[in-house]
């Protein structure tokens, strides 16, 4: 067992999640999946993770910003980023309560 709990290898992280997800999706049978992104780091890093194990052409993003500047983060992620290809379909939902 590792001595420090905070060492471990990034990379296969990765791969074990990557794995589990391709999994999942195979014994439900699904090959398109639909994910709620605020533009926080948890969700960019869950659709990052589903990038990919399938690639971006199989997701369905729904941009749902907590904070006004979250939605400018996530334009700034599809449109000047190289780490997505655009191939992903995108729909806001704006929300009248605002807490910024």
Known sequence: MNKNLLEFDLEKEKKKIVYFIKETLRKQKKEKVVIGVSGGVD????LYLLKEA?????????????????SEIIKE???TNTLFKKQMSIVSIRFNCRFD
Do not use: R
């Open 54 to 70: 399938i690639g971006e052409k199989n997701i369905f993003i729904l941009n749902m910003p907590y904070f006004s500047w979250q």
């Open 77 to 79: 992620l599809f449109l």
């Open 43 to 46: 969700s960019v890093t869950c």
